[in-house]
């Protein structure tokens, strides 16, 4: 009896030690909930710590870095113009993420071409 119990104990508390820290992030738009407008290279790929981010970001002229992207709402014209220089139109909004803290994300409305 004890042999079948002991590994159920176990199982039990290694179950209930799991990390409940880690959850969804959140977004909270910004005060000012205005549409606004950036122009730059779109890239897709873009990877982070815990997989916290959208997996696109903005990059502009001469920039490193850049604006994370969430192109949900317009993933079709997203992924056309992939590598392309780019007007995105959107909102600001904040994610908070659990490894990277708050991130600022341009939430897509609109993406367009733009010229070199």
């Given amino acids: 009896?004890?042999?079948i119990t002991l590994p159920l104990v176990v199982l039990g508390v290694l179950c209930g030690c799991q990390d409940k820290s880690r959850v969804?992030?959140?977004?909270?738009p910004r005060e000012a909930?205005?549409?606004e407008t950036f122009t730059g290279t779109l890239e897709s790929g873009v990877m982070a710590i815990g997989g916290e981010?959208?997996?696109w970001r903005l990059v502009g002229d001469g920039e490193s870095g850049g604006i994370e992207v969430d192109v949900a709402n317009v993933r079709a014209?997203?992924?056309m113009l992939d590598g392309k220089r780019?007007?995105?139109s959107?909102?600001?909004t904040q994610r908070d993420y659990v490894?990277?803290?708050p991130v600022r994300v341009l939430v897509a409305e609109r993406i367009r071409a733009s010229a070199p």
């Fill in 86 to 88: 780019v007007t995105v």
């Fill in 24 to 28: 969804p992030a959140t977004t909270r």
């Fill in 53 to 55: 981010t959208t997996g």
């Fill in 1 to 3: 009896m004890l042999r």
């Fill in 99 to 101: 490894e990277r803290g």
């Fill in 90 to 92: 959107g909102r600001m």
């Fill in 77 to 79: 014209q997203a992924e």
């Fill in 33 to 35: 909930d205005q549409v």
